[in-house]
């Protein structure tokens, strides 16, 4: 069972950006790699995640929520696991 721990409680006004998400409906899979994907399958599937994103209204708060909640997996915000990660990195210097 995923840990949850880290996520704030749930309010409704945290969420509501989602409802104007671009990806709504559309296939998780894009922006969640299938367990051992490397390589050029796991760049091409991040690359159409980002087109998606690139196109959606509500980027900013997206990207805002995983990292906020340090959401372990998929491209949020137009931000693959790795960028966000960098992100933090550079907000929280050690
Ligand atoms: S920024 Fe990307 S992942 Fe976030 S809601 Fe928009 S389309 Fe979905």
Known sequence: MADVSRLPAPRASDWEWQLHGACRGL???????????????????ERMAKEVCARCPVT??????????REPYGVW???????????IKVAEPA
């Open 27 to 45: 296939d998780s899979a894009t922006f969640f790699h299938p367990e051992n994907e490397r390589g050029p399958s796991r760049a091409r599937r």
């Open 60 to 69: 900013e708060a997206c990207l805002n929520w995983a990292l906020q909640t």
């Open 77 to 87: 915000g137009g931000r693959s696991t790795e960028e966000r990660a960098q992100l």
